[in-house]
């Protein structure tokens, strides 16, 4: 399949259709494996990434998940392809760095996807909508025990798999969930819950993952550790967090409403006005501001049917994004300037938010009103 | 682990050198490390890394210590990446890993997946580490009958390894 059929459809995990999508964006569980006797990818030669690589390429090529793959070297990606599929998380930061002796596979569906020769020979990563922690490592757990058929990973039998760092050796995995959390947020709870997630020995990070800011809202948590638990432990004490979470955005959804209707009103109206009547916005505020479109319709100031709108916008905002459609390398000035064009074209006929109990309500029949009549 | 030479105290300090490819590993407690005359602090950045004591900040780069017979990762380098080199790195570097992983995970051991085809050899190394275990216990007891009965079940053990590998 060509790049830009990967390019120009979106994966299936940004349907927003899995369970607790409305603050579960997406779950994803990768694993980290390394082969026997080959040096690992940072302390390789040339050559030596390049025999790996073309070890390893065929071998995934060749899985049943991957029939429909695509699979591409990472020097035959340009720029903004790569950042294409980093503001997709289809490949990390660190990977779109590499050229000669990397490369990615992904499926059609975009719910697959694995990096040869980062930090490790081996990135394998399943992505699913919403809260799927369980599915998505189901999915991956597949890949890796039918790979490892094929390859030879180095594994101790104390220390289990071996990754290039530390911190990932044991289960090599890293499993995740990107939460919307503006609730949370705006009632400076955030970082209590922060703190009380890394107490527990879970990490919280930013958009795209370690050492980013937090930016629209979302954040990213997973586990820290990998060694001394088995994989289905891990997932389950995450699982449970991210439930408790979950509750605990809803609770400040619930208290915004009752005690701060107007604080709440206004958040979502200022960012309606000016998504709407914008001409030059940076990613960063599309991404705030379209935090509180996304709680607005959560909340129903917004008809359900804008839900996947707002959705799209997340990602068609970031700024390769941006560029893959105009086709063009932009300055960032053109950049904001398009990106608040696309904003007003999509959010043209979004109605006005009004809070969900205020359209069908009766009209107030308060004593003194009806004296005055 | 107690100190190689007095065999009393504690070890706190580990050292690896690797002399015509042959590594050798040496790990010795505060007051033997002295005596021995090891006491050049550049010569510990590893072990001082590992164990998490700070000192390595201060420490030049070292270019005594261990480095990997199988990919020529020294201890520097991993100061430098807090990355490894390859799989062997994880026996070059041994003495110090522990502690070092003590302070990032759950436990020191895997207890997760096991890919399939290395299951067997994985169980048989736990059942070999469990009767030689016992066997030492054995002895100790003075239950040679037991002890005798171990020893074959372990020779058995290690001949299906011969075998199987």
Known sequence: MPIHTILSTSGEWLRGDGPQSHIVVSSRVRLARNLNGFPFPGHAKKTERVSVLECIKPAVESLPEMADAHSVYSQDLSALEKQVLVERHLISREHAAKGLGSAVVMNKKQTLSIMINEEDHLRMQAIRSGLQLKSAFKLIDKVD???????????????????????????????????????????EQVNQVIQAVNKVGLAVRGLYGEGTEAMGNLFQISNQTTLGEKEEEIITRLNKVIEQIILHEN??????????????????????????????????????????????VDLGFFPEECRMQVDELFIETQPAHLQKSTAQKLQAEERDALRASIIRGRLEKLPAPAPKSAAPQEPPAKPDDKAKD | ?????????????????????????????????????????????????????????????????????????????????????CAACYDTFADGLENMLKGMHKGLEHRGKVPPRLLKAKLRDEEMKKLQRELRKAVADEKYEAAAELRDRIRNLENEAHTAS
């Open chain 1, 145 to 187: 025990s039918e790979l490892g058929d094929k390859l030879d990973f180095a594994f101790h039998n104390q220390y289990g798999f071996l990754t290039a760092c530390p911190t990932n050796v044991g289960t090599g995995m890293r499993a995740s969930a990107m939460m919307h959390l503006p609730a949370l947020v705006l009632s």
């Open chain 1, 251 to 296: 609770n400040a959804r619930a208290t915004l409403q009752q005690k701060k209707p107007v604080t709440l009103l206004d958040n979502i109206g200022r960012a309606y006005g000016i998504l709407r009547y914008s001409h030059s916005m940076a990613s960063k505020e599309a991404l705030n501001l379209l935090s509180y479109l996304k709680l607005g």
């Open chain 2, 1 to 85: 682990m107690n100190c190689d030479v007095c065999k009393q105290k504690p070890a706190t300090v580990f050292l690896t050198q690797i002399v015509d490819g042959k590594m050798q590993k040496v790990n010795l407690c505060e007051a033997c490390s002295k005596e021995k005359g090891v006491t050049d602090p550049t010569g510990f950045a590893l072990a001082d890394l590992l164990l998490g004591l700070g000192a390595s900040q201060e420490m030049e780069k070292s270019t005594v210590g261990a480095r990997c017979p199988a990919c020529g990762f020294s201890h520097a380098d991993f100061k430098k990446t807090g990355r490894f080199g």
